[in-house]
């Protein structure tokens, strides 16, 4: 039995767009599900989950427009180290959000419990 390198890059690249996509949807189930019975644990929760998904995005974004494409890269490798640098960013942004994105957080925990008239 063999596996080829293009058809471990291709399971890599729908596994990452799988995780991506798994990611969202609970981000968004989790927004959907806050209403005036959540608790404020509930909802200082899916604020720091969005705030890090923000920044994950930005960083991904900053990442790609700062990276040089290397033309005689294999196409393989270069799909297995995106999908190592997008946990790592992942990783990262939730360090970012813990460290230095309170205030943003903050004011968005603020803002929905005002809306959504939690005690």
Sequence with gaps: MSISIGGISSLVDTTQATA???QADKLTD???????E??????LAVCKDFTSYFVEEIM?????????EDEEKDSS??????????SAVQVLAD?????IGGSFTQQLYEQMKRNYNID
Excluded: R, Y
């Excluded at 991904?60 to 040089?68: G, I, P, Q, W």
């Design 95 to 99: 360090e970012v959000v813990d460290e």
């Design 60 to 68: 991904k974004e900053v990442k790609k427009n700062m990276t040089l």
């Design 30 to 36: 989790a927004a959907k599900g806050v209403s005036s």
């Design 20 to 22: 991506a996509m798994n």
């Design 38 to 43: 959540t608790t404020e644990d509930e909802l």
């Design 77 to 86: 490798i270069q799909t297995l180290t995106d999908f190592h640098m997008d």
